[in-house]
């Protein structure tokens, strides 16, 4: 496996998890001092987790984005 097929699902993952989780934790218990505590924790469980879905999954669903594109 070439890195550039390792470094974008990091980077990709790490970007959704990083947004997704502060937004989600955000709007779920508000923004006070224990906030960044929270939220780490969402982030540290859900970039694991993503980069192995984008890392699994990336170019099956960039397949079938590319046939949607297609038919559009």
């Given at each position: 496996m070439t890195m550039k097929k390792?470094?974008?699902p990091a980077l990709m993952s790490c970007y959704?998890?990083?947004?997704?989780t502060c937004l989600i934790t955000w709007i779920n218990t508000?923004?006070?001092?224990g906030f960044w505590g929270r939220w780490?924790?969402?982030f540290y469980i859900a970039w694991p987790i993503?980069?192995?879905l984008v890392l699994l999954d990336g170019q099956?669903?960039?397949a079938l984005?590319?046939?949607l594109a297609k038919k559009l």
């Open positions: 390792l470094i974008f959704m998890a990083l947004l997704m508000g923004f006070d001092s780490f924790t969402a993503a980069g192995l099956r669903i960039r984005s590319e046939r």
